[in-house]
T-cell receptor, first 114, second 115 residues
Framework: AQSVTQLDSQVPVFEEAPVELRCNYS??????LFWYVQYPNQGLQLLLK??????LVKGINGFEAEFNKSQTSFHLRKPSVHISDTAEYFC????????????FGKGTKLTVNP | NAGVMQNPRHLVRRRGQEARLRCSPM?????VYWYRQLPEEGLKFMVY????????ESGMPKERFSAEFPKEGPSILRIQQVVRGDSAAYFC?????????????FGPGTRLTVL
């Protein structure tokens, strides 16, 4: 079984500041890792994913994440945030079997202030 | 190519009534997943279906909840005799036929309110 812990429920930052959203996971098997973004009253949009290969993954909207197997972490970063990045961000894990359910963290609400 | 469609977007039911939530996957997708998001919580997996088959229902409550994905038409999540605790956002995701990795594409969700 897998589980995901998002260490911060809320992260307020100022516009153009860097941000890091933290995610740790646990699993007894190989995993795929994901970050999704949810804007108010909308569905989830995939930001980026780690399947294999390079541990630094680049996604949409200038976000990137680094897979650290020894620390079982997959933190999300952006060097300079915009007001439009205000949203809820979910880290998720699945087994590496191909078509497997996603296990989500509880989410981090990012608020970007002017 | 239209995305995953869910309807209704908002549904209000009184305790004891039935709720039917519909999900039309993306064109060419044959796998459907249902997730539930309770207030202040992340999404929790409920059920995974392929056409006419339930593959994994380990997240479905044992009573009152059922799901189907018929050969023709949308996937349906059915909740009988709803209770206030069923109030949540229900999301459907679809993915293409089996491959190395199958990204799940999410619909906009159905927000169920039980009065």
């Amino acid at each position: 079984a897998q589980s995901v812990t998002q260490l911060d429920s809320q992260v307020p930052v100022f516009e153009e500041a860097p941000v890091e959203l933290r995610c740790n996971y646990s699993s007894s098997v190989s995993v795929y890792l994901f970050w999704y973004v949810q804007y108010p009253n909308q569905g989830l949009q995939l930001l980026l994913k780690y399947l294999s290969g390079s541990t630094l993954v680049k996604g949409i909207n200038g976000f990137e994440a680094e897979f650290n197997k020894s620390q079982t972490s997959f933190h999300l970063r952006k060097p300079s945030v915009h007001i439009s990045d205000t949203a809820e961000y979910f880290c998720a894990v699945s087994g590496s079997g191909g078509s497997e359910k996603l296990v989500f963290g509880k989410g981090t609400k990012l608020t970007v202030n002017p | 190519n239209a995305g995953v469609m869910q309807n209704p977007r908002h549904l209000v039911r009184r305790r004891g009534q039935e709720a039917r939530l519909r999900c039309s996957p993306m064109k060419g997708h044959s796998h459907v997943y249902w997730y539930r998001q309770l207030p202040e919580e992340g999404l929790k997996f409920m059920v995974y279906l392929q056409k006419e088959n339930i593959i994994d229902e380990s997240g479905m409550p044992k009573e009152r909840f059922s799901a189907e994905f018929p050969k023709e038409g949308p996937s349906i999540l059915r909740i009988q005799q709803v209770v206030r605790g069923d109030s949540a956002a229900y999301f459907c995701a679809s993915s293409p036929p089996l491959g190395f990795y199958n990204e799940q594409f999410f619909g906009p969700g159905t927000r169920l309110t039980v009065l």
